[in-house]
């Protein structure tokens, strides 16, 4: 179990660019951030939220414009994608992903995703819980997705740093759950409780992601967090 964290390992400040920080992820990841101290500049197509963080600056654009993508990661430590796998702007992220690679290589920048549960195994050596028989095939398109991207993430050049996290299976804003300010990470296997329920609130995933931008536990890797 991981507790709340305030401290990270250079102790400075980092410099953020969120694309998707007005989502349910993105957005929760924003506040979080933000609320450590560090720089977040939100991309998204519809700028500022209705209810905006007043320390996050909110900005409009899309991952499919490369040259914006090039000057954020220039300009940033980090480089959150908090967005649909199957449907950025009319394109898959997996097409997307090669010029996120160049942009974050070239700016020295971190790169890291909000991924699915989907590609989660369900226990050590798998299947993943989309390959499963109660997986819905409504959930699939989004799941394969963002699956696709870590496969092609573990093969990026080592010059790319990155880290990619799944959520529990029941992550969204349609079951926000409960702020508990502590959460257990699985490396691939998703994280389940002892009844065999699988959960995270926004607040918690956040918390854990923003560990991990601070703390560097899992370079190059994936890992699972939940409840």
Do not use: C
Request: hydrophobic share 40%; glycine share 12%.
């Amino acid at each position: 179990m991981s507790d709340r964290r305030t401290w990270f390992a250079d102790g400075m400040s980092r410099r953020i660019s969120l694309f998707g920080g007005t989502g349910y992820a993105g957005g929760n990841i924003a506040r979080e951030a933000a609320g450590r101290g560090h720089a977040v500049t939100s991309y998204s197509r519809g700028g500022a939220p209705d209810e905006p963080v007043a320390a996050v600056v909110y900005e409009t654009g899309s991952l499919t414009d490369a040259d914006l993508v090039r000057t954020a990661a220039a300009d940033s430590d980090d480089v959150v994608v908090a967005v649909h796998g199957s449907d950025v702007d009319g394109k898959p992220l997996i097409d997307i992903l090669p010029s996120l690679i160049d942009a974050a290589i070239a700016g020295g920048a971190r790169l890291s995703f909000v991924g699915g549960a989907g590609s989660a195994l369900v226990a050590e050596g798998g299947p993943r819980l989309v390959d499963g028989p109660d997986f819905q095939e409504a959930w699939k398109p989004e799941a394969l997705s963002h699956a696709a991207v870590l496969d092609a993430l573990r093969q990026a050049p080592e010059a790319l740093d990155w880290f990619y996290v799944s959520p529990a299976a029941l992550f969204g804003r349609y079951a926000p759950g409960e702020t508990t300010g502590a959460y257990r990470t699985g490396g691939d296997v998703l994280v389940t409780k002892e009844d065999g329920s699988s959960e995270i609130s926004g607040t918690d995933f956040a918390l854990a992601y923003v560990d991990e931008i601070e703390q560097r536990n899992h370079p190059r890797q994936r890992f699972t967090t939940g409840h």
